[in-house]
């Protein structure tokens, strides 16, 4: 392996260099423009550093030069000379278009490339996006050339990337079992059975498991007097036989998994859990150990915080349970259900396993304990929920038509090493393959074979070259209109995340892609299409930063009440995911984006929300009260958590990125003055600070625009939670009263109230974010803006420069009778020169 990474380390950079765009030429000088910033903006700018673009928007928008210039131009003055500057900047970017394309020469991001290899290889189970650097980011979004660097790290890791997923492919063929269904019981993994008892290590009845058959405790199987299980000779027992719990999993740990399983070969698994809910007493008992040899401890007197294990009665709730998968120090979540107290079986449905996971069903409303003195939040004077699992019942792997494809791409027929590289580029490659593409693999597999390689071995070094060679990794786009095969790639790279499928490329072979109408109808089959849900996760990682969602995590002492919630951040993703697709499925108006009157939530998140009579784990679609603050992004718990930072917020930082991400303006950085520090002893208010800070004129031109929005953002915390009261901490101070899902004592206090009024720049005023919301929806043709502008950038690699306006503003025509319908953007930009040309 490492030698055929060094041969073609060595070769591919020379077919990366011709892919390299060239460099920037220096704008050249326009004379009346010289002489119009020389006259008016020369006090208080040096000239020659002036953005041409910038200058033309302030003085069309009278702020250049300021109202307070001695010096200002007559409006005949003013018209003229932006006359003649737009006619310039539009007549310099339509040349370099012509030269270059509005969009930098790009190769696949790291999301894509592992879309790519799973569509092409039929393993749609493939992990492969870690192994590449994090993509660089340029106007937001991974997707520009500019921030995609071509290093020889980035070379190394196709290579070992593409070698991974090909092998993946040939171990899920070679080491195929049979389908199976087959139990595992609970009393057979150790993972559940070995903390039947306390130890040094985990003396508290909390983080100890139980056995139980129905309602009835086991104390002799808990205390190793009886056996586990009474096995294969009374079936009818073995089935009944469970083990309960009352905590929940760490997710870098997860205790309570299915140990006794590990997917065999890579693919889809049917998976079924049989479990009910119990009830725990009062009154556990901790046991003290003098060392690591004393294996009974002495015990203590009973506890009323703790669960008694011989008294358990019937369930009085129903639990959520999350399942993961397990591999290493990787976690998936693959579904859930809830469980009641009357013992069921819980269908999950199929799931895709990679070879050597295992299944972990976490109660999720669970407390996750941490040191010392961890308390059960969910304790009550006559006890506390439990969950018991007797068995999980897994059928696979599950084989259809397409099981095999991608072995049989690699591999099938009697062909020779020439017809099964040219079957395989023609499918790789996203155009046509010549036959100088093809005599160059051809070689390298001879070069491979005379190296001490065997036949298959050096057919695998060829086809991992193909998936690291330009014409793989690279988009193939020229400057001027794309041809249908360019065309083809762009629109499954914005839809899909991903490269064309069979019928996306028959089209664009037979040329038809490019009439508008075959155009329209191919947006929509992959709009609908449920590889759609790429772009739903990709679009929003980039666009309302959620992939940062686990940036922060919630203070343990000003915000323990969150601390460890992965059920509720989890259905704060999903609530933006689904009411995306909502928006686009429905066509609905841009004004969404602020305000509208539904959302999805489960019954974690409804809770979170103070949205009443939602029950259960499965997230669904709920109308909202019209005096609610929720409905629209700016509200979701997501945006509100990677907008903060865990123990505080910033009207500044969510502010701008309202300003940015939902207006569409963009904020320039900070002059070097000194940040805000927020008090988290509550003595001070995060407005109070900035009034100061806006008093700094460097600052307030800016603060003006930001704060409005942030200010009234400001009725969130850190989870997006309401408050009306900012929490702090302060030793002086009582604290409320309460447990965090840590088990830990709330440490904070509620100071100040907030103040979540303010005005915006143009005088309008709002009390609070109902009322910035109506007001940010009232202006449909900006968010709408905003909104095909973001679209641009993802689906082009390029944001909108000057010449582009025009374009954009015929989009957003077209769009207008039906108020900026989400889908129509996405359709205008699209059919818009901006998509159909590089």
């Known amino acids: 392996m490492k030698a055929r990474l060094l041969i073609l380390l060595a070769a591919l950079p020379f077919a990366f260099a011709a892919l390299r765009p060239a460099p920037h030429q220096a704008a050249t000088k326009l004379e009346p423009y010289e ?7 020369s006090n208080c700018h040096e000239p020659e550093k002036l953005d041409r673009i910038k200058v033309h928007d302030r003085v069309q928008a009278g702020e250049m030069p300021p109202k307070e210039a001695k010096l200002r131009p007559s409006e005949p003055e003013k018209t003229a000379f932006l006359r003649g500057l737009a006619s310039w900047l539009t007549t310099e970017e339509k040349a370099k278009y012509a030269r270059e394309g509005r969009a930098t020469q790009r190769r696949l991001n790291g999301y894509e490339y592992e879309n790519a290899l799973r569509d092409l290889l039929a393993a749609p189970w493939l992990q492969i996006r870690d192994q590449f650097p994090e993509d660089g980011e340029a106007y937001r979004f991974n997707k520009v050339g500019d921030a995609l660097d071509v290093s020889h790290v980035h070379l190394a890791r196709y290579l070992t990337a593409a070698e991974y997923a090909i092998n993946e492919v040939i171990q899920a063929h070679e080491k195929r079992t049979p389908t199976t269904t087959k139990r595992y019981y609970a009393r057979d993994q150790q993972t559940l059975t070995r903390i039947f008892t306390q130890t040094i290590f985990n003396s508290s009845p909390d983080r100890q498991t139980y056995p139980v058959i129905g309602t009835t405790p086991q104390p002799d199987v808990r205390n190793r007097l009886a056996p586990l299980t009474v096995g294969d000779s009374d079936p009818k027992t073995r089935e009944l036989e469970a083990v309960g719990w009352v905590s929940s999993n760490y997710v870098t740990g997860f205790t309570y998994r299915w140990d006794q399983f590990k997917a065999p070969v890579a693919g889809r698994y049917r998976i079924k859990f049989s479990a009910y809910t119990l009830w725990a007493a009062p009154g556990g008992i901790h046991r003290r150990f003098t060392d690591t040899s004393d294996k009974v401890g002495t015990p203590g007197k009973p506890r009323m915080q703790t669960p008694d294990y011989d008294k358990i009665s019937p369930g009085r709730t129903v639990e959520p349970i999350t399942v993961y998968t397990r ?16 013992p069921n079986v819980y269908d999950i449905g199929e799931v895709w396993l990679v070879a050597g996971e295992t299944l972990v069903p976490d109660a999720s409303r669970f407390y996750r304990s941490r040191p010392n003195n961890f308390v059960n939040p969910l304790m009550t004077k006559d006890g506390c929920p439990s969950v018991a699992f007797r068995w999980m019942e897994v059928e696979g792997p599950i084989y259809d038509d397409k099981s095999d494809a991608g072995y049989e791409l690699l591999f099938g027929g009697k062909a020779d090493v020439e017809s099964h590289l040219r079957r395989f580029m023609a499918k790789a490659y996203r155009g046509p393959v010549t036959e100088a593409d093809v005599q160059r693999f051809v070689k390298l597999y001879q070069e491979r074979k005379q190296a001490g390689l065997g036949d298959r071995e050096a057919l695998i070094a060829a086809y991992t070259a193909v998936l690291a060679s330009p014409r793989f990794v690279f988009l193939n786009e020229k400057p001027g209109k794309l041809d249908d095969n360019a065309l083809a790639t762009r629109l499954a790279l914005f839809l899909w995340n991903s ?22 109808a191919e947006t929509e089959r992959l709009l609908n299409d449920p590889k759609s849900h790429r772009f739903t996760e990709a679009f929003l990682d980039y666009w309302l930063d959620l992939r940062k969602i686990e940036d922060s995590t919630p203070s343990t ?17 999903l609530e933006s995911h689904l ?12 004004r969404n984006v602020v305000d509208t009157n539904f959302t999805f939530v489960n019954e974690r998140l409804a809770n979170h929300y103070g949205i009443p009579n939602v029950k259960g784990i499965a997230m669904r679609r709920v109308s909202l009260p019209a005096d609610s603050p929720r409905g629209g992004f700016l509200t979701q718990a997501s945006v509100l958590k990677v907008t903060a930072n865990g123990t505080t917020t910033s009207p500044v930082l969510r502010g701008k990125w309202v300003m940015e991400r939902i207006l569409g303006f963009e904020i320039p950085p900070p002059p070097p003055v000194a940040a805000v520090e927020p008090d988290i002893r509550g003595a001070v208010t995060i407005r109070q600070q900035l009034d100061k800070h806006r008093a700094n004129t460097s600052c307030a031109s800016c603060h003006t625009k930001i704060d409005p929005a942030g200010f009234a953002l400001e ?6 939670g309401w408050r009306d009261r900012y929490r702090g901490v302060d030793e002086s101070k009582p604290a409320e009263k309460g447990l965090g899902k840590n088990g830990q004592p709330f440490a904070f206090h509620y100071g100040l109230p907030v103040d ?19 007001l940010l929806a009232a202006d449909e043709a900006t968010l709408a803006r905003s909104f095909a502008k973001q679209l641009t950038i993802y689906a082009t690699g390029a944001p909108i420069r000057f010449s582009d306006r025009a374009v954009l503003e015929k989009i957003l025509e077209q769009a207008k009778p039906n108020h900026y319908g989400m889908r129509s953007l996405i359709h205008g930009v699209i059919q818009s020169p901006l998509f159909r040309e590089k």
């Open 499 to 520: 490269t064309p499928d069979e019928a996306l490329r028959a089209r664009a072979a037979r040329g038809e892609l490019s009439r508008p109408n075959v155009l329209r």
């Open 579 to 590: 009411t995306f697709e909502e928006f686009i499925r429905q066509n609905l108006p841009v």
């Open 756 to 774: 979540c009024a303010g005005s915006l720049p143009d005088g309008r005023t709002f009390a609070d974010i109902r009322e910035l919301k109506r």
């Open 35 to 41: 002489q119009f910033v020389q006259k008016y903006c």
């Open 715 to 720: 009725s969130f915390d850190v989870m997006g």
């Open 557 to 573: 002492t000003l915000y323990n009440d969150y601390y460890l919630d992965d059920s509720l951040v989890e259905a704060a993703v």
């Open 327 to 342: 591999n290493g120090t990787k976690n998936r979540c693959v579904g859930g259900f809830d469980i009641t107290p009357e």
